[in-house]
Each structure stands twice: as structure tokens, then as C-alpha cells.
């Protein structure tokens, strides 16, 4: 069976909806999710996000800068977000192309200062001057890209970009190869960029190399927090032990339970003038794995694709492989398809919790106990003297290169803590991490303050 068959439920279905844009008036709707950062890439916690052309389509970011909107109009679709930062106000958009009863996943939007945001427009035409409808123009960002898609003359426009940057911009359409350009964005200014497309050749694109997976387990309660101090807290905990750490492309999981699971992709990225996308497999056998395409991913920019499917459990091994497609790909020709990448796996944990301290509890001598997370290798204790944050480094231990006493060996759970002096009076901070030795899984307790008597 054909890659075409697998993704979104077909070629079918894709091609229906690039030409019945709009077809949301008809009550199709779908669901959209993504991340939405700021232009420092650090996720945007409480942003409104909502759909352009829908009065009951809203909803806001979670702790780690993620949202999930449900009843989005099928057909392209203009996504909002709007926060308050520092008493100043931060818009951003991207345009979704939205299936019914499908959730479009990695629709990520960076929000900036209304003040300092810039745009580029112009037209994609094919190589006799004539104007390309449907066209896709990608503007890079650092987590995936914003899109516009051209009309019937073939003119675009993305507004609403991060001024002070350079952008690759990449225009692609089926049938043509795509055409890339690089361009500077100034704030209060829309530069004009047009780009010309040759037609496609069928041109081998190359099998995908390097992927890598990455697990993370989470309590489901801190999704739910509408605070930019706990998310900054979270994500600062996550950044000490992930260098690549990134803002999330989709949703939290919606598993049962108090916790939710995201498994991230990322591999080698690859200039391909003839790369419309990939696809994504996962199958937690052998089998599956080659028949269940979970993701269509088309930009041509893309290295790097999180997994928060509601289906995602823990201590089950899920594998991963992904393909890359050419611009004939939707024309079902033989050699649209690269060779599988190579295959990696993911064995997310159970949730950790921390049982001791209880939270605000008044303690004389310091002793940490948590719940056990199967096929942990190791636990991290962390204490901190303030409320973590990304400019706050842990109290205890001084070193995570060397964390010495910090980290327990499983089967262990506790702790009699031996660090530096805590102070009578003051409120601290602890949390656990969960590892494996090759740093491939994760998992995240809660955050509990205490206080010394």
C-alpha cells in the first residue's frame, strides 16, 4: 500500500481540502495544536489562541507554551495568539490547513511586540510569468514554519514575523520544485519577495538520517496551570538536561491520567529543492510500524517533530521511522517516496511524584521520598533557595556534572539530605527527575516547597 494511502486517510482527502478551501462554511470542522513561543523561543504560557473565522473556536496556551483548539473551520484557516508580557501586548498568526474530524498538528506561532513585527509578500509564479494558486510559502522559524498560501494570482503575504531576523523563505508547490530565498525582516515594513518555480522532475529526494527520539513524562496537572512563573519554572528544570530542548509542536497528551507524554523526533536537515515534506510512522510493533503513518509533515524546513498523541502510554515501546516526499508526491508517481529513515524507539515512564516533603510542610531535618519509576536507571534530586526559573540555578547540588549525593541510584526512592545548610525560616524548592543512563527518557515530579524550622 502506498505512503498516499497512509497519511490523513489519503491523497483523497488532502486534495480535497486544498481545493475546497473554505468548506468549513459547510459546519466541517477540525481540531488544530501547536506551540506558541516567544522570539527568544521560550514557550508562552496563557497566550489566547484562536481561529479567525470562529466565534466558538478559542482556547489558551498551557504551561508549556502548547494549546489544542478544537472546532476550527475546515479548509486554510487564519490561527491567532495574543498575550500580555511586561504590560505590553504580543500578537502573532500562522494559517492551518484544517481536515474534518483531524487535528492539524504543529501549527506553531511566534508571538512578538505588535511594535516590532514586519511582514514579506510578493507572488510565486511558474517560469512563463504565470501566477501559481495554492502555492505554499514558508518563512523558517525556530521550531517549524509560518505558511501563507497564495490566491489565484499567486500572491502571498505573511505578516506578523519577529522584525531583526533573517528568514529562509522557501515557496513550493506540487509539480514544481521549490525555490528558497533568504530575507531580513524590519519592523513596520513589508519587503516584497516573488520567486519563480521550475517544473518538477521527479527528482529523488534523500532518505531522512540521524533520527533520534526523546521522552518526556509529565504531571498533567502542571498543563493546566495559567501561570508564567510555573511554566518558566518547568521548562528552566527540563532545559538543564536537554541542550536541544525546544518549545513543544503539539499538543499535551490527553491519556488517562494524571500526567501527559510527549516523545520528540529530530534529525539531520537536508536542502532539497524538490522536498515537499515527510512522513511520520510509529507502530508499537514491527508491523504496525510499517503500515501506520501518523503525520504528514509538509514544510520543507522541518527537523523536528514532537509526538504528543492522546494514544501515547507509559512503559509501552512505541518505534519511529520517517520518509521524506518530493513535489510529485500527490500525483502517486513511482519514486515520490524516499527510502525509511533509520529506526528509533521510545519507552516513555510512569509519572513520578514526590511524597515527601508535603507541600509547605515545616521540617526539621530534610528527608525526599518518591514514587518509582519503572526502568529508571537514576533519580535527580534538585533543591532550590528560590523559585526555579531559567536565571535560577539549583541550591543543591552546585554541580550537575557532578551531583554527587543528588543522584540516587534506582531501585532507590529517598533521600536524607547532606548538602549545604538550609536556612531556618526560608522556603525551598524540591523536585525529581527520572533518567535513563543514555538521557533518552524522562520524567518530571512536581514542584514542592517546604520550609525549615
Known amino acids: 500500500m502506498t505512503m498516499q494511502r497512509h497519511i490523513w486517510g489519503g491523497v483523497f482527502a488532502f486534495l480535497c481540502a486544498v481545493m475546497l478551501a473554505g468548506c468549513g462554511e459547510n459546519g466541517k470542522v477540525g481540531i488544530v495544536s501547536g506551540t506558541i513561543t516567544d522570539v527568544d523561543d521560550n514557550p508562552v504560557a496563557d497566550a489566547e489562541v484562536f481561529a479567525a473565522n470562529a466565534v466558538n473556536s478559542r482556547t489558551r496556551s498551557l504551561h508549556n507554551g502548547t494549546y489544542y483548539l478544537t472546532n476550527v473551520p475546515d479548509g486554510f484557516t487564519i490561527i491567532r495568539a495574543r498575550a500580555v508580557i511586561g504590560g505590553k501586548e504580543y500578537t502573532g498568526q500562522n494559517v492551518a490547513q484544517v481536515f474534518e474530524n483531524e487535528q492539524s498538528k504543529n501549527v506553531n506561532i511566534m508571538i512578538a511586540p505588535t511594535d516590532r513585527q514586519g511582514g514579506v509578500e510578493g507572488f510565486v509564479r511558474d517560469a512563463f510569468g504565470r501566477g501559481i494558486e495554492r502555492a505554499r510559502v514558508f518563512a523558517g522559524g525556530a521550531l517549524s514554519s509560518a505558511l501563507a498560501v497564495t490566491d489565484r494570482r499567486g500572491f502571498y503575504r505573511i505578516t506578523g514575523l519577529p522584525a531583526g531576523f533573517e528568514y529562509p523563505i522557501v515557496a513550493s508547490a506540487p509539480d514544481y520544485e521549490n525555490d528558497k530565498r533568504t ?43 495559567r501561570s508564567a512563573r ?51 510512522y510509529r507502530g508499537r510493533t514491527i508491523d504496525e510500524l510499517n503500515r501506520n503513518a501518523i503525520a504528514f509533515l509538509r514544510d520543507p524546513l522541518a527537523n523536528f517533530f514532537a509526538d504528543l498523541d492522546p494514544a501515547l502510554q507509559p512503559n509501552v515501546t512505541y518505534y519511529y521511522e520517517m520518509v521524506a516526499l518530493n513535489t510529485d508526491y500527490l500525483n502517486d508517481l513511482p519514486g515520490t517516496v524516499s527510502g525509511r529513515s533509520n529506526r528509533v524507539s521510545a519507552r ?19 528527608i525526599l521520598q518518591w514514587t518509582p519509576v519503572p526502568n529508571a536507571d537514576y533519580y535527580l534530586v534538585l533543591i532550590y533557595d528560590r523559585f526555579p526559573d531559567y536565571r535560577v540555578a539549583p541550591y543543591f547540588p552546585t554541580d550537575l556534572n557532578n551531583p554527587g549525593a543528588a543522584k540516587v541510584f534506582a531501585p532507590a526512592t529517598s533521600l536524607v539530605y547532606t548538602g549545604p545548610p538550609l536556612v531556618s525560616g526560608r522556603t525551598y524548592y524540591a523536585v525529581v527527575l527520572a533518567f535513563t543512563n543514555d538521557l533518552s527518557t524522562h520524567a518530571i515530579s512536581q514542584i514542592v516547597p517546604f520550609q525549615v524550622r
Not at 516513555?348 to 530534610?366: K, S
Open 183 to 225: 530575507v531580513a525582516i524590519v519592523a513596520g515594513r513589508t519587503t516584497v519577495v516573488s520567486f519563480t518555480l521550475n517544473d518538477s522532475r521527479n527528482r529523488p529526494v534523500q532518505t531522512p538520517f540521524n533520527l533520534s527520539a526523546t521522552a518526556w513524562t509529565m504531571p498533567r496537572t502542571l498543563t493546566a496551570t
Open 348 to 366: 516513555p515512564f510512569t509519572p513520578i511524584a514526590i511524597t515527601r516533603p508535603f507541600p509547605n510542610e515545616l521540617v526539621d531535618g530534610l
Open 230 to 280: 510555573e511554566y518558566d519554572a518547568y521548562n528552566a528544570i527540563r532545559a538543564l538536561f536537554d541542550d536541544k530542548l525546544r518549545p513543544r509542536r503539539t499538543v499535551a497528551s490527553r491519556a488517562v491520567g494524571d500526567y501527559w507524554i510527549e516523545i520528540d523526533l529530530r534529525w539531520e536537515y537536508q536542502e532539497q529543492l524538490s522536498l515537499l515534506g515527510y512522513g511520520i
